[in-house]
Structures are given as structure tokens and as C-alpha cells.
């Protein structure tokens, strides 16, 4: 999954021209589900969404995350994040999930959120046509990616490590 987050004062999606989704301060976060995603990349990217610190602290260091601040969220379902655009000048969505496996993540996505925080969770409509707006914080952006599980060198097939994860000591 990938994620591009945003640090806004406020956020809005609407379709057709009316409003769907509002908050105040927290994050807005585009979203794309890619082929080989699953529900682990879904809590994942729940704990770096909850979790990412990019709110100043009182020192004005960026040592808050949305947890912290008591933040909203906004979710936005965006396909084309996961377009491949290393060739030529039409981009490829061979990289993206099939629309009804990326509904689904997606929706699993919005549940796991608003668990986490009731009542502070707003989201577009999946594979809707969207307008969104924002004030962005800073301009505080950044890409989040919860990758799909790979195969460690090692030659040990059942060792797996997350893409995502730091070497040791990092």
C-alpha cells in the first residue's frame, strides 16, 4: 500500500459538489492498494498513519503523531499512486490492485482507522470521481509505503522480511 499523507488544518472531499468528508487538523492521506496486498499491509500502514510523527511537539520539533494531538484523518482512495511511470508517457496500472480487492483493502483500511480513533475518521468514496482540497500545514507531505512481504536472500524459503522494515542498527 502506499500512502501520500499531507499535515493539514483542514481537509475536503467531495463528489458531485457535495461535501462527503471534512476534518479539522490531522492528516490526509491519498491511498492506493497494490496487487500483491493484504491485510498486513493494511494494519501496517494503520500503525504509520496513527503513529507517523509529523506534528510539532512544544519544542516545534516534529515528534507528534496523530494519536498525540488528537488529529482527524481523511482517506482518499487514489489508484494512481500505484501507477508505474518508469517508461514512456502513459503510465501503466499493472502495479495497482484489481478495483474490487483495492475496495476491499480500502474499506478494511477506514474500519481499522476508525477503531483506532471513533469519531475522527472521514473518507471518499472508493473509485469515485473526487474533489479534493486542503490547507496543508507547513507544507508538511509525505509518501508512507507498507509493501507487500518479500523473500529474504538467504536462500530459507519460509524467511520473509517486510520491505519496509530498517536493517538493523538503522
Known amino acids: 500500500m502506499i500512502a501520500v499523507i499531507q499535515r493539514v488544518t483542514q481537509a475536503a472531499v467531495s463528489i ?9 487538523r490531522g492528516i490526509l492521506a491519498l ?13 501496517r500502514l494503520v ?3 496513527m ?4 506534528f ?3 519544542d516545534g ?8 494531538i488528537s488529529g482527524e484523518l481523511l482517506l482518499v482512495s487514489q489508484f494512481t499512486l500505484a501507477a508505474d511511470t518508469a517508461k514512456g508517457m502513459r503510465p501503466s496500472f499493472t502495479p495497482a490492485a484489481d478495483p474490487e480487492t483495492g475496495e476491499r483493502f480500502f474499506d478494511l483500511l477506514v ?12 473518507c471518499g468514496r472508493f473509485g469515485a470521481d473526487m474533489q479534493v482540497s486542503l490547507v496543508n500545514d507547513g507544507p508538511v507531505t509525505f509518501i508512507l509505503r507498507a509493501a507487500p512481504r518479500q523473500r529474504k536472500p538467504s536462500g530459507n524459503k519460509a524467511s520473509f522480511a ?9
Not at 491511498?31 to 494494519?43: I, K, L, M, S
Not at 476508525?114 to 469519531?119: I, T
Open 16 to 24: 458531485a459538489g457535495t461535501d462527503v468528508g471534512t476534518i479539522g
Open 31 to 43: 491511498v492506493a492498494v497494490e496487487r500483491d496486498d493484504g491485510e498486513d499491509q493494511v494494519h
Open 47 to 49: 500503525e504509520r498513519l
Open 51 to 54: 503513529g507517523y510523527r509529523i
Open 56 to 58: 510539532p511537539d512544544a
Open 61 to 68: 520539533k516534529m515528534n507528534l503523531g496523530l494519536i498525540d
Open 111 to 122: 474500519s481499522a482507522c476508525e477503531r483506532r480513533v471513533p469519531g475522527r475518521v472521514a
Open 162 to 170: 517486510h520491505a519496509d522494515s530498517a536493517a538493523p542498527g538503522t
